[in-house]
């Protein structure tokens, strides 16, 4: 009785959060990560999910830092109207990355701790490699962090391990199959896959709707004639044609390219393949757009991971693992709740990579935090890369995924990009900067900053008004500071601020929150840049020049081949995940500031189908398993 | 106030648990395990934690069903006697196995849920490889199991994850290394080793170590003589040395053997590797064999990865990586609480594979639960294989390192298996049964005791009393199960006791668990069967003699050099882990009952240092990554 009082309560108000926020004394100079995270006590995440309006039994905790939230929740909030959703997206980036985490985490803090609004950051959860690389963790920095960052960092609640887990099985079924079905004749294949238990035979219900699927309408394994037999023992992969790697959560580069098979129990089927980069598995970017239990079984079982010889696609469905991935992906469907330093709610929930993948956390995450926050609260999530690929990627394939409707995209630019975009010299990873970086220089930051004007007016193609974050370094000067929020504002954005947040915490981010809130009340328009009915390379043309200011693409003849085989297989409808570099505007990373003139090469194309995008391979671009190719910092 | 009172109750004295075991009511025919786990509710974890004696801040909650336990107990009650230490082992099994897992928990059940007296069953975790293969789970059978049964055999805590993150960091270091040392100039490692942080370069803590085990005494980087900056930046190793191999928690035969380091940028540094199966990580065996947190960091960093070019081992520590591996480790090396159908708690921690390893679930579980059941109470564990080999080495391996005494030994025998030994025709997983074994056949089962009897005298080599425990099988004729009985006790058990736990739950098992008791208040005089200071040889033959029955051991030119490596190097003095089929005494998996005459062939001898035991490999014996070849089941 008591728990549908609470149920009912909660589900018919706003109500405002009573959360115990965490008090911060920001040092200067700023300590490290590590000394910050460590120097601050979470509340325990059971104390900070009552806060919340979670029920006892929503969630499912995790050690004393972390917990899991059941989908459940959904349905008992279903009536609830969302809270405000908002995406903090970048300019293209130097190769030190624009601190779009943090500004997504210190916009939370400021919301919630200091202004008293209701506001969920949802985050992606990191790879293991590049933490382990040079890349370091990926929980925030400075003063807006995820606390505990190990947690946060290693293992989590186990969802990468359990997508690397379900990856593996579905390769070490597809190589099994291969040697079974060249090694037997029809009906041993037929007699091992519908074996007689304890004298009778059956077929499963997965064999009875593959049987289906081949036009056989019988249910009796004795009555198969020799051809039936053989269509449904045989799926004939072309061992040439599998796109389904095994995937691996450390940066190994010697896991790039390898050949397998090599025991002599495998009979000389040998293969050359590669491991990725665990984050880069489809099943990843399934986790990131599924919006439940069984609409994630039935995306598993539609990945296609080859053809067979007449071509046709060969699906997780067809070598009936679909349970077996379903099963081992039960929990991890479920989003993990963890705290900001000053102790406001963060969901860390999927992590798909941004180039070959959509590059934005979960569907569910979101969905769940937008009914927890309540109608005036805000939910802040992060597309990865520069907004042309991580921003349309979330409009684009994300929302159409959801349904949901983005109020207010944030856009961070740092006065070192646009100085590297007004002509500065080059931006290394590990390497001193220029003094063009450290010293004021107006007419460099001026020049850049047609990319900020660029990028803004991309989001105004989807009808979404843009707050320009500046996030701000000790050497920018204030004049060059002042220069950028006025070339925003000039440029369209409906306000542009400084952020102090990596060393004052949510306080340094009160402005930007008070844009953002401010921002949040405007009418909004918001429509996808294409429809899915356009056929699939004019869905490319319209990214290329609409977004990126292309004049025009150019397939390859691998690409429109590519494209065809889709089409015809029935795959033309899916929305376009673009692989671009995020380090221009173009497809030369070179090529900085506002590209123009330019014929976007399109060297290859390859789907998604589980998740539901076609991604096409812009001019060389890497889509190799370790992005973070340095594992040198390891040697000691 | 209150906790410390509550600390100082829980210290001083025995304490009988006041613990709600869940009513089991057997059905007949007996359901699936997973319809009869399913059909059970399991308390909630903190509940049965506070019946057991565990403090609020003693348990990290993983779910409803799941939760770590910290070290921090063993210093709360370390002045608290230990429980009585029962190991549950087999006669040498047939392929189908003895079932030892069900004894083992169908005992637990009975001492505690019937009984009344405390009890722990201590059990390892297992591979999702085989869980998925053809072995099924490994949460007991029938009405002796760990529940939920989904979730002891999936992903648990994330122990088995977490030994694969760290296993594969370390195979990507050495690879990596070697790379980065053949394509660079000693100069250029040795600044990218020590590099400038703000014009200032300073070594590490772990690498002053390195320098004082070269016997370099410099604490200033830049006053290294050319020699000493060579002799730091390489370590040399000889790629053809490497043992360390990556590894996977998948049965996916393609990996058994492949070429690694085939792409491009990886500049013609390919070599062939192997991907072995997660559990035979020698961080596993690592993991068993550790008791805290410090130790558990200085075995990873002794592991011996390869050689250098001049013979001389090179470890984890040497990579630099030691304090990544512990940090990968940390939630690991805390065991899992769970519980049986009858609400009894359970430790699952660890599952070294039983071949190259020894084969046994973790000391910390053992240390912890010995505490928790109090003087009066009971763990059990179980030793993987018959007893010639898991007993064994739960003996001179297990209770070494912990320093730990066992009580009892609980044999587990089956009809079955009697009769093989007796000379009944082969048993083979997946074939139907021949009728020897569905009819009563006591002269096979007289002739086949003799493998029992033998066991037994195994056991007794160790000064500990057995019990034997006669697992039940609907087939068998009571005349049977008294004649197996009255041979046990004629051949010197304490007591032989027939079992039903598997159709009857713990109720089934309460006479063996009052022989348990009774032969626990025996007087035990347990010892090793060899010192450690006897040459790797002498030990591997006192194995071979007095437990096997091989008349002598024969070891290959290859066998020998390794030994006379080993005992160069200075691991001379490590226990042996023997690495011999499970199927016979002999090294013959066809020899059945008691072979004798026969000479150990010893094929070859390798070590994990780390773990602290050198492994020699008996005859053909296949140490595969992948023990259940068959990912067939898949294929539907």
């Given amino acids: 009785m008591v728990k549908t009082t609470e149920r009912w309560i909660q ?14 004394q920001p040092l200067s100079p700023v300590p490290s990560d590590i000394e910050i995270s460590r120097a601050q006590s979470p509340k325990a995440v059971d104390v900070l999910a009552k806060e919340i309006g979670l029920l006892t039994d929503e969630i499912e905790i995790y050690g004393q830092t972390k917990a899991k939230v059941r989908l459940s929740l959904l349905e008992r909030l279903k009536d609830q109207p969302d809270g405000k959703y908002v995406l903090v997206a970048g300019i293209t980036p130097t190769p030190l990355g624009e601190g779009k985490s943090t500004v997504t985490i210190g916009l939370v803090q400021a919301l919630t701790a200091h202004l008293s609004i209701n506001s969920f950051a949802c985050l992606r959860q990191p790879s293991q490699g590049p933490t382990f690389g040079v890349k370091g963790g990926a929980a925030g920095g400075g003063y807006a ?25 579905l390769a070490a079924a597809i190589d099994a199959r291969i040697l079974h079905e060249n090694t037997q004749s029809d009906k041993a294949l037929y007699n091992r896959l519908v074996p007689a238990v304890n004298g009778v035979r059956g077929f499963s219900a997965i064999q009875l709707a593959r049987l289906r699927r081949l036009g056989i309408y019988k249910t009796d394994p004795d009555t198969l004639t020799e051809e039936e037999v053989r269509k449904f023992a045989r799926l004939d992969i072309d061992p040439s044609t599998i796109t389904w790697q095994r995937v691996v959560d450390t940066n190994d580069r010697f896991l790039r390219k390898i050949t397998v098979g090599q025991a002599n129990t495998e009979k000389g089927f040998i293969r050359q393949a590669q491991f990725d980069i665990a984050v880069a598995s489809e099943i990843m970017a399934i986790l990131a757009l599924t919006t439940s239990l069984q609409d994630m079984k039935e995306r598993l079982g539609k990945m296609v991971v080859a053809n067979d010889k007449k071509g046709e696609p060969v699906t997780a469905e067809d070598l009936g693992v679909t349970g077996a991935l379903a099963v081992l992906m039960k929990d991890a469907i479920k989003p993990t709740l963890m705290q ?12 798909p990579f941004a180039n070959i993948a959509h590059g934005n956390s979960s569907v569910l995450a979101d969905k769940i935090a937008l009914k927890l926050v309540g109608e005036k609260g805000f939910v802040v999530t992060e597309a990865g890369f520069g907004a042309d690929i991580g921003m349309e990627k979330f409009f684009n394939i994300k929302c159409r995924a959801s349904g949901l409707v983005p109020s207010v995209v944030v856009l961070v630019a740092t006065v070192r990009a646009l100085k590297m975009h007004g002509g500065g010299p080059n931006v290394t990873a590990g390497a001193p900067l220029k003094k063009e970086y450290t010293e004021e220089n107006l007419q460099l930051v001026a020049g850049g900053c047609c990319n900020l004007q660029k990028q803004i007016q991309i989001a105004q193609l989807f009808g979404v008004p843009v707050v320009v974050a500046v996030n701000i370094f000790k050497t920018d000067s204030a004049a060059e500071v002042d220069l950028v929020c006025k070339i925003a504002k000039q440029s369209g954005a409906f306000d542009a601020v400084p952020c102090n947040h990596w060393s004052a915490g949510g306080g340094g981010a009160v402005k930007l929150a008070q844009a953002v809130e401010e921002a949040a009340r405007q ?11 356009l056929p699939i390379v004019e869905k ?22 590519q494209v065809d085989r889709y089409t015809q297989q029935g795959f033309g409808n899916l929305p376009i995940c673009m692989a671009k570099t995020h380090l221009s505007l173009s497809h030369q990373p070179e090529r900085k500031g506002v590209p123009t003139g330019f014929i976007l090469p399109i060297s290859d194309v390859r789907a998604s189908i589980g998740a539901g995008f076609i991604y096409p391979l812009v ?17 000691f």
Same sequence: chains 1, 2.
């Fill in 523 to 533: 009418k909004t328009s918001f429509k996808y840049l294409y429809s899915l009915e």
């Fill in 145 to 169: 962090q995820v606390i505990p960052m190990e947690e946060f960092n290693l293992h989590l609640t186990g969802d990468i391990h359990a997508i690397t887990a379900a990856n593996n099985l």
């Fill in 340 to 351: 900001t330093l000053e102790g406001t709610p963060v969901f860390v929930h999927a992590g």
């Fill in 540 to 561: 490319i043309r319209i990214i290329a020049q609409k977004v990126y200011g292309a004049q025009d693409i150019e397939l390859s003849p691998a690409a429109q081949s």
């Fill in 11 to 24: 589900s018919q108000q706003y109500r405002k959060w009573d959360l115990r926020c965490l008090k911060l």
């Fill in 619 to 635: 001019g060389t671009v890497s889509i190799s398993n370790c992005r973070s190719s340095s594992t040198f910092f390891l040697l």
